[in-house]
């Protein structure tokens, strides 16, 4: 009788423990390197990643510090064709561009901050889901910008990067608004790098992290736009 | 029982033939290569290929895709980009129906962005019980090169340009005297855009092959499918290198412009 007490008390415990009502959630921190620096975010696996895309005001302090300027054809950083505020995500940058402001990141801050592979990106956004978007199967209502994700301003344009509610890894616009660069390439040479999780133009379906499009290292379009990372130190 | 069987069969046999007269070779599986055809009154001209796809023989011509248009409401005056003196311009007010220049009923439409083109298809495919689609990039360049490995259809010198297609040629120069880029000296006839039979066809009896307008196609730019390109060059169009078979160049799949038609293609049954 003893016996079976203790053991519908442990059953019990653990159905608790199953529960994790023991565990509380890990805190979501934030964390900035400087001033005019990204927010970043910890992923689980340790990665430093940026809340959201970079935004319009936080390339202008690099623009502003180091002169630089994307020549040559296509849209500018600060000039994508369309009405961008300052938490807007800066577009029109190209890969070469993206890297540049990375490696101006790490002299500023002493990190060794880049830009994300594809497989890290694909991590972040998912945020341990299996679902089709992170918040689900279908593309739904207000989750994201993009051309049928249910907005009056639908393929208008970007929109302010805190918009809408963040993934389960505390990461803003993890999808839609601007696809983002990855290091991964589509030949040896490298003269061309893949873009994940679909832009402000895209249909829905390319918002889905199995979406990749590619396009030169030089090229800039007004639906690309940047992330950074950066590994725990 | 055989002698009823037999009767039977033949007349199935006869109720065939009558089927097969009455509908016209056309509807049935066994069209020959290079056969032109229709599937009805209204729907473009299609020329059978040796792979059991059929080709739109012409553009989409204004009076077809207006029946399209007007029965299913497609704006035709809500915005397009026009051709003002030396740029672009994204009009209120233009569209198929007004695309800024006089259109007769025999020229390719323009001013319909992909996603109405692609309507366009899904409605000749109902309409029909035929597959029809925009062709691929790689379907148009073929059906445009017709089996020759030369820059252009017609061969590798440029110069035959006018007579062989509608492209920025000293009409359009005078329609747009302050374009600075270089314009093409020769003469084609047409400023704007042209009958979709004015130019001879090419070998395969595709016409417009290239030339008079752009043609949407059903690919992807570098995988991004809110762009979509399309081949084929336009009137507004003076550089060589676009009017090449494999010639292109693409857009936004929401944005209308008056140097971009299509045509179609129907799939094998």
């Known amino acids: 009788m003893r016996a079976f007490l203790l053991a519908t008390v442990l059953a019990v415990l653990a159905s608790f423990a199953h529960a994790q009502l023991l565990l509380p959630k890990p805190e979501l921190r934030v964390e900035k390197d400087c001033e005019d620096c990204p927010e970043m975010v910890i992923l689980p696996d340790g990665l430093y990643m940026s809340r959201a895309p970079v935004t319009v005001s936080e390339f202008r302090a690099f623009v502003e510090e180091t002169g630089y300027k994307n020549t040559g054809w296509g849209c500018k ?31 500023k801050t002493g990190k060794d901050y880049r830009i994300p592979t594809g497989e890290e990106l694909t991590y972040a956004v998912r945020a341990a889901t299996t679902t089709n978007y992170w918040w689900g199967q279908q593309v739904g209502r207000d989750r994201a910008t993009c051309l049928g994700c249910g907005r009056a301003l639908d393929a208008e344009g970007t929109t302010p990067v805190d918009t809408f509610e963040a993934n389960p890894f505390n990461l803003l616009d993890a999808l839609g608004n601007v696809w983002i660069w990855t290091t991964d390439c589509t030949s040896a040479d490298c003269t061309e790098r893949f873009l994940l999780s679909g832009g402000w133009s895209s249909p829905p379906s390319d918002l889905r992290m199995s979406k990749r499009i590619y396009n030169g290292v030089t090229v800039p379009f007004n639906t690309y736009g940047i992330r950074v990372v950066r590994e725990f130190e | 029982m055989t002698h009823f069987l037999s009767r039977a069969c033949s007349g199935l046999s006869v109720l065939a033939a009558v ?15 290079g056969t032109v055809f229709s599937d009805c009154d209204d729907c473009p001209e299609l020329t059978m290929l040796d792979n059991g796809t059929a080709i739109g023989t012409t553009l989409v011509t204004l009076a077809q895709f207006r029946a399209f248009a007007e029965e ?14 030396t740029r672009w311009d994204n009009a209120q007010g233009k569209g198929w129906m007004d695309p800024g220049f006089e259109q007769g009923d025999d020229h390719p439409a323009v001013c319909m962005n992909w996603l109405e083109a ?20 790689e379907e148009s360049v073929a059906v445009t090169a017709a089996g020759a490995t030369t820059a252009y259809w017609w061969g590798d010198d440029f110069g035959e340009v006018c007579a062989r297609a509608n492209a920025a040629d000293v009409n359009f120069k005078a329609a747009f005297p302050d374009d600075k880029r270089k314009i093409l000296t020769c003469d084609d006839g047409f400023a704007y855009t042209s009958p979709v039979t004015a130019f001879p066809p090419n070998p395969l009896g595709i016409y417009d092959a290239v030339g008079n307008v752009w043609q949407w196609t059903n690919t992807c730019l570098k995988g991004d499918c809110s762009n979509a390109l399309f081949r084929g060059a336009s009137w507004v169009v003076p550089a060589k290198n676009h009017f090449r078979n494999d010639g292109q160049w693409s857009d936004r799949i929401i944005l209308r412009n008056s140097a971009v038609g299509f045509r179609v293609l129907r799939d094998a049954q």
């Open chain 2, 19 to 33: 089927f097969y007269f009455s509908t016209g070779s056309a509807s049935l599986a066994q069209v020959a290569p």
């Open chain 2, 118 to 137: 692609t309507a366009y298809a899904d409605w000749l495919s109902e309409k029909t019980g035929q597959f029809y689609r925009l062709p691929t990039y």
């Open chain 1, 77 to 107: 950083w600060n000039f994508s064709g369309f009405e961008q505020g300052p938490r807007h995500p800066v577009t029109c940058v190209t890969f070469e561009g993206a890297e540049l402001y990375a490696r101006w990141l790490s002299q």
């Open chain 2, 72 to 85: 299913t409401g497609v704006p035709g005056t809500e915005s397009c980009f026009v051709r003002i003196s």
